[in-house]
């Protein structure tokens, strides 16, 4: 079936440096990848997110990235800050999956001070 | 906006009883919405995908007649886990899917943790 694959599992940067995680994709009919933040205990937020006819978008220090040829897309994260660590989850809605999302594995983002 | 809230956040109940988690959608009507599974460190697990006033859709693996689903306005959906097991702990979070621009977006309340004692 239609799979989400992220990377890394685990990343612990420095406060201030930059983040980056990386997810593929197998559905080349794919046209929707949002990105979500879960901290401890609650729900997962949705942050950021990109449609396949968009090559990049950003908000402050959040950027995504996609790539439709190589089926992968990234979470960049600039100036990171404590308050950044969280679990990061992409996703992606499969054609044909009636609106379903299919999620990454997850990233613990620890930003070290 | 797309605001979702839960409730309750959290219940302790015991084995064999029924719980009920409200999901519901603050600031907008959702076409779907659905719900999910998740266990400590692990991503989340679809159960089920609710559409108003229709019965819900399960995924494989999950009992129908163990997790009650009902959907009965473009606000409201519950999940009602009957007959409760200690295995049946777990966090569970809703989500309420609008459409936008030709693209369903998903936005998730914040969660019950339910502890079967």
């Known amino acids: 079936g239609e799979n989400v694959e992220q990377h890394p599992s685990t990343l612990s940067v420095q406060e201030g440096d930059s983040a980056v995680i990386k997810c593929t994709y197998s559905d080349s009919a794919s046209n929707y990848f949002p990105w979500y933040k879960q901290e401890l205990g609650k729900g997962p937020q949705l942050i950021i997110d990109?449609?396949?006819?968009?090559g990049e978008k950003k908000d402050q220090r959040i950027a995504v990235t996609l790539n439709k040829t190589a089926k992968h897309f990234s979470l960049h994260i600039t100036e990171t800050q404590p308050e950044d660590s969280a679990v990061y989850f992409c996703?992606?809605?499969?054609?044909?999956?009636?609106?379903?999302?299919?999620f990454g594995s997850g990233t613990q983002l620890t930003v070290l001070p | 906006g797309a605001v979702v809230s839960q409730h309750p956040s959290w219940v302790i109940c015991k084995s064999g009883t029924s719980v009920k988690i409200e999901c519901r959608s603050l600031?907008?009507?959702?076409?779907?919405m659905f719900w999910y599974r998740q266990f400590p460190k692990q991503s989340l697990m679809l159960m089920a995908t609710s559409n108003e006033g229709s019965k819900a859709t399960y995924e494989q693996g999950v009992e129908k007649d163990k997790f009650l689903i009902n959907h009965a306005s473009l606000t409201l959906s519950t999940l009602t886990v009957t007959s409760a097991h200690p295995e049946d702990s777990s966090f569970y979070i809703c989500s309420a899917s609008v459409g936008r621009e030709g693209i369903h977006e998903q936005y998730f309340g914040p969660g019950t943790r339910l502890t079967v004692t």
């Open positions: 600031d907008f009507q959702a076409t779907t």
């Open positions: 996703a992606a809605i499969f054609s044909g999956s009636a609106r379903q999302l299919t």
């Open positions: 990109i449609r396949s006819n968009v």
